[in-house]
C-alpha cells in the first residue's frame, strides 16, 4: 500500500472529475478522467499489458486531482499508465522530440536562431513537420534566442548580496525567453540576494508527460545533485516556471518514486518565485519602492500554478502594486498542457479547451495579458493574438527593473 | 396442474445439480433440474471461486486432494471459459510453522498434486506485494472458476442433451407411494402454478438443504451446515491464490477472481442454511490474516462481505467441522433407508462436482437400465451468449489470465459511453442479452455479468439497470413499472445486506454517497408503495 494507484480505492464514482475535466468536455477521444483513472487502474496490472491507450489524451492538467472530492491521484494514475503504455509500445519519434526541451532548446537557440525561426515561420516547414513528425501545423511553437539565459547572466559577472538564492530557470528561460530570467534576477537582486544560477537540466516534466520515466529519473536525479549542496547551506531555490518547480517539489519524487532524503530536502526547499516573494511580503522583506501601473490586466493562474496548493500568489504580489489591477481568469485550462497541444491529433483538443480562457482574455479589452507558464503563455498568444507576459516582468517593470 | 413426466429429476441448481444433470443427459435419459432461486443461488454461488490444485488437502484429507488434482486438469479442459489461470502458492509465514514445508511437499507427491518449490526471489517478482517475511513458496496448480458460469455452462450443455430447467421453482413435496418416491411437486414461484413431475428417480443435490429435502422423503440425512465467510477487496492485489502453508484454518486462502481479490474463510456451524449473519470479529478476522499474507491488506477498501454454507456430511461424531472429510458421499437410501427412487449426493467441494455427478449418474443409470458410459470428462462445453469472455491470457504477455482483457474489449470499440455499470465495465448490449437470455430480477443480472458488484455497489448501475430491465418487458403490455421497481429495491436490500459488515473508511463514504443518490435524489422509500411482485419477476421481500 501507499502507491499512488492504490489511491484509487478512494474513488467514489462520485463524477466530479468528470464534469471538471476540461479535455472531457470537448473531446470524444477522451472518455474522462474517472474512466481512465481509478476505474481503469482496477484492470491494469503491474506485470501485464496496459489495455487502453485512451489514457493517452489525458493532457495532465490536474484538474481532477484538484476537484476530487475523497482525495483520488487521478492524474498521477493516468502519467504512470501512460509511462506503462509507452515503456511497452516505444515513443513515437515526435514524442521523443518534444519531450527533450532542453535538446531542442539547446539545438535551436544561438546565432542562428532568427533564421531558424523564419523557417518555422513559413507554412511549407510546418505542413512538412505536421506530415514527418506529427507536430501540428498551426500548434504554438516559441521563437528561439539568439543568447540563452545563462550566456547573459555569466556575461554579466557574478553580484554579491546580502542572502543567497539559487534561480533554476529551466529549459524556457535558457532558450526562448532569456528575459523571464532577467526579471527575475532583477527583482531578486534588487531585494538584497546574491542570485547563484547552478548548472541544471531540464526538470523532466515534458519526459513525464510523455511517459518517459527513465530519461525523466535521470533528469531529476542530476538536478538534484547540483541544487543539494545549496539546499544543505539553507539557500532556498526559486523558479519562473511553475510547471518546472512543481516537478521538483512533487511530481517527479512521487511519479518516479523517488523517497531519498536528498530528494526529499530539495523538493521542500524549492518555490515557485511569487510564492517566495509572497513569503517575503509576509515578513514585511519585500521592498515595496513600486511606481504606480495604471493598468488592468487578465491573468491566468496555469493549472501547474494550482496544483503547488499555495494559492494565488501572483494576485497577492502584484496587488502591492499602485494602481495596478489585476482581473483573474477562472477558466479551467489553457489546453496546451505543456507539449499535449502541439501534436497532431491532439491541437484541436487543446484549442478547445482553451476556448473559455481566450473569451475572457479576448474580451478583457487588454493588450497584454499574464500568465506564470511558457507553454500557456505561448497558446494564449498563439490563440488570441493578444501578448503574454510572465507576471515577474511587470514587477520588474514596477521597481523601475526593466527594462533595463 | 400440469404434470411432466420424466427420468429423473434433479433438485438443486447448484455446480452438483447442474453437473448430473448435463451427465444424465449425455447418457440419453430424460432429466429435469428444478432450483429455487437462480442457479448457483445456494452455496455454489456464494464460494471464493477456487479450483483446487488439491494442495490444502494433502495432509488432511488425501482423497480430496487426489481428486481434486485429477478435476482441475479436467476442467481445465472441459470449460476453459469458466477458468482464470492464476497458478497457486502455498507460502509459510513467519506464523506458521517452518517445518510443514517439507511435510506439505511429501504429502502433494503421495496425493499426486503436481507441486514445485518456487525461489522466493521469483515469488516476488510475480506478486510484489507478498510479505517479505515469507521463508518459503510453493507453486501448485490452483485457480480461479467463476461458479456461477460454469452451472450455466452445464446447464447450457444439458438443454443440447434435451435436459430441461425450471428455476426459481421450489420443492412444495417429494411424492411417496409406499416405499418409492414417484416425483415431487414444485412452484413456479414467478406465476404461484404448481407442476407435478413424475420421474423413475430423485436425485437431492441440495446441498446443506440435503436434510430438509430428504426429510419431505421421511429420509433422515444429517448435513452440518457450516458457514464460510468470505470479503472481497477492491484490488485484484494479486495475480496468483495465495494460500498459507499449513494446516487448513480460517483466512487462510486469497483468491484473485474477475476484477477483485477474495479472502476466506471462516468455518462455522449454523443451524439452518437459510439464516444466518456475518459478524464483526469474522471480518476483522480475516482481514488479519490477509495482513499476514499482503502487508497493508487491511488498507485496502472492502468491498463487501457475504458467506455461503458448506455442505458438510456428517457419518459419525467428529470433534471439529473442519475435520469433516470434504470428500462427497453418494447416499442410495434404497440401500441405507429402504426407500426406493431417491438418491442424495451431498458433501464435497465445486473443483470435484463433476467426479460427483459421474458417480451419481451411474447409480442412476444402472437402476434405469442405461448402459451409456459417462462422457463429460471429455467433452468441452459451449460458452453461455452472455459470457463476458474476460478469461484468458494476452497474445503478447504472459501466459497467465490478462486482467485487462474486459478493459480491452471496451477500448477496442471505443465503448466508454455505453457503461451501465462503469465499475465492472458491463456495457449496455450485453446487458441486454443477458436479460435476453432469462433473468429473473436485477440479482440474477449480477450473477451473469457482474453488473453492481464493483466499487460503489451498484450505486449507479441499478437505477439505470432498472430502466433497461423495464424497457426489455415494456414491448408486453401487461408488464408495470411496478414490477421493475420491486426488482430494483430488492437488489438494494440484497447488496445492503452484503455491504453493513465492511462499512468503514472508503466503503462507508460510498454507502453513504449511494444513500443520498437512492434517498436523497430518488426519494426511493417512496417507491415500496409502487412495487409490486409480478410481471415474470421474483423479487422477495
New interface residues.
Partial sequence: ??HLE?S???????NVCMTACPVAAVSEDF??P??VGP??Q?????????????VDYCSGCRVCNEVCP?GVRIAEINARARAALVAAQGQPLRNRIIARAGLVGRLSSGPHAPLLNIGLGLRPVRWAMEHVIQIHRDAPLPAASRHTFRHWFHQRGQRHGLRQIVYYHGCSTQYYEPWVGQAAVAVLEHNGFEVIVPDQKCCGLPLLSNGDFVNAKRYHVYNVAQLLPYVRQGIPVVGTSTSCTLTIKEEAPELLDLASQEVADVAAHTYDIFEFLRSLADQGELRTDFRAIRRTLPYHPPCQLRAHRIGVPVLDVLGLIPGLRIVESQAACCGIAGTYGLKREKYPIAMAVGEPLFQFIRTSGSELALCDSETCRWQISHATGIRTKHPIEILAEAYGLYPS | MQTISTDVLVIGGGATGSGVLRDLAMRGMRAILVEKGDLTHGTTGRYHGLLHSGGRYVTKDPQSANECARENAILRRIMPHCIEDTSGFFVITPWDDPDYGDLFMANCRKTGVPVGELPLAEMHRRERVLNPQISRAFEVADAAADSFLAAHTNVLAAREYGAQVFTYHTLIALLRVGDQVVGAVVEDLRTGERKQIDSACVLNATGAWAGKVAALAGVKVTVLPGKGTLVAMNHRMVNTVINRCKMPADGDIIVPVHSVAVIGTTDTFVPDPDFYGIEAEEVQFMLDEGEKLIPGFKQYRALRAWAGVRPLYKDQDVANDRDLSRTYKLLDHAQRDGVEGIISLVGGKWTTYRLMAEDAANLIAQRLGNTQPCRTAEEVMPAPPFERRDTGNHADGPSLHWLGKPLAAIEQTQAYNDLICECELVTRSRLQTAMASGASNLDDLRRMVRVGMGPCQGGWCIYRSSALLYEEHSANADFSIEYANAALLHFLQERWRGLTPVLWGDQLRQARLDELIFAGLLGIHRLRDHARQGGGLVTPE
Avoid: E, N
Fill in positions: 500500500m501507499g492504490d484509487l480505492d478512494q474513488c467514489i464514482k462520485c472518455p474522462g474517472k474512466v476505474q481503469a482496477r484492470f491494469r496490472h503491474a506485470d501485464q499489458p496496459i489495455p487502453d491507450a485512451s475523497t
